[in-house]
């Protein structure tokens, strides 16, 4: 009698799974794909955003070195200290940081930044992803970054 009861139950078709059971299964397999969609593309947005934060702290590093802690040019190999400088604007000396050779140089090089918006000691600057590059200006013993349009 309980094997005739057990065999009864396994052939019922009363346990299978419903129209709207097979629904409400499909809309969350999708809302776990989109959510895990949008949590990669967030994590995605924080590493550019660290990526350029990270620019930014090794071009002032780079910068504070070459020009003696803000005292002189900051440009990589110049011979013109002093007046002399062609990178001595009359007031400050400005060069850009090369991301690919991690110097400082005297002409603007191509954009590098990896996300749209950059903050530089509150200030924001916008501009699409590779066409930004920082600038950097020394005045005074003090090294100032900012974010600029980099060479087409």
């Known amino acids: 009698m309980k094997t005739e009861l057990v065999i009864r139950k396994l052939k019922s078709t009363s346990g299978g799974v419903s129209r709207r059971e097979v629904l409400l299964v499909a809309l969350i397999a999708v809302m776990t794909l989109f959510f895990a969609f949008e949590g990669m593309h967030y994590l995605d947005m924080q590493q550019r955003k660290g990526n350029d934060a990270l620019r930014e702290n ?89 974010w600029e349009i980099g060479k087409k």
Do not use: Q
């Open 58 to 146: 090794t071009a002032i590093s780079v910068a504070r070195v070459n020009s003696n802690n803000g005292l002189s040019c900051p440009v990589e190999n110049c011979d013109g200290r002093g007046g002399k400088c062609v990178h001595f604007d009359g007031e400050c000396y400005i060069g850009f940081y090369d991301d690919v050779n991690n110097t400082i140089v005297g002409r603007r090089p191509r954009g590098y930044n990896e996300y749209d918006t950059m903050t530089i000691d509150g200030v924001t600057w916008h501009g699409e992803p590779g066409t930004m590059v920082i600038r950097v200006v020394v005045k005074d013993a003090d090294v100032k970054l900012n």
